[in-house]
């Protein structure tokens, strides 16, 4: 399959009459899947109401079948099409993060969408993205769009047009491209089907920001500690991984140096994560900074593009920084410890 690239300006290409915008619009009316940026990362987008789509969508990520996907809309009134109830906690979440990097779980009603959509749940996860382009695209065609990121399953998700295309190049009808994502992780994933809204992913609304606006909200158990099944169908998978085995470390950075110079005198090539304040602690064959700690967002924002850089520079082995587990930075270390399978090196 050719794979259409439409270059967009996410400043100026940001109506539904947009001719790239018709025509990306067009394919996903036909049931085919298109990439598109949204303000977290690319997403894979398919007519949500589409078996057809909605299983090419599973088939070109190679997507386990059983991770429901999140669907996008560009205006609340659809909602009422496919959600059951909205709750007034929900109410006052989209009031607050929508549009933004806000997944809100509802009670699904039934026989509107693709089962296969839902992965067979009764509930259903939406979200309003808030990228002018995303949105344009979502009015243009008229239609739920389910979208999880445009990667292969397991790899990091992908926050340029580029590494949708490093991934699924040939295997889906077009991407838009509209340069680099902006926040760099995926939206906060919230339950609010049953009492208390209970975080099931976190991601680029914080806990912090959520409970300033409903007051109590509450962390799946199983994001904690791992040993609780996750209520979130997804979390359960490998994800984000490079393709060298990654190990947080926690120490001093003395003791982080040892490690590196251990495993290249072992004649591995090591690469290192780290951020601009600490680069120059660090001496090893490939040495990443990723963003800057005193801001955790410009971390967040290159996250995914820094573990995707280790694949290219063909190191063996991946040796990263800690963060605090707040604000965003609770998102990224879901993402890091998911990436590195848990491994964590302690002094
Ligand atoms: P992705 O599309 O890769 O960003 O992943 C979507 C995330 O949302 C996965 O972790 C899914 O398991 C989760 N998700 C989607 N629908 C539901 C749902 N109905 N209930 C709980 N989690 C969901
Ligand atoms: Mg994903």
Known sequence: MNTKVWKV????????????????????RENEVVALPTETVYGLGGNAESDEAVAKIFAAKGRPGDNPLIIHIADREHLNRFVKEIPLTAERLMDAFWPGPLTIIFKKKEGVLSEKATAGLGTVAVRMPDHPVALALLRACELPIA??????????????????LDDLNGKIAGVVDGGATGVGVESTVVDCTDGIPVILRPGGVTR??????IG??????????GAERPKSPGMKYKHYAPNAPLYLVSGTS???????EEKEREGL???????EECEDLFDADVVLACGRRAELETVAASLYDTLRRFNQ????????????NEGVGHAIMNRLLKAAGNKIISE
């Open 269 to 275: 090539k090591v690469g290192v994560l780290t951020t």
């Open 147 to 164: 979208a999880p990121s445009a990667n292969s399953s397991g790899k990091p998700s992908p926050t340029s047009a580029e590494h949708v």
């Open 9 to 28: 300006d996410k400043f100026v290409d940001i109506f539904e009459s947009n001719p790239h915008i018709v025509d990306a619009a067009n394919f996903l």
């Open 313 to 324: 520079m063909k190191v063996d082995i991946i040796f990263s920084e800690m963060f605090p």
């Open 254 to 260: 003395e003791f982080f140096q040892r490690i590196v």
């Open 208 to 213: 912090e920001q959520l409970a300033a606006v």
């Open 216 to 225: 109590e909200v509450q962390v799946d158990p199983a994001l904690m500690d």
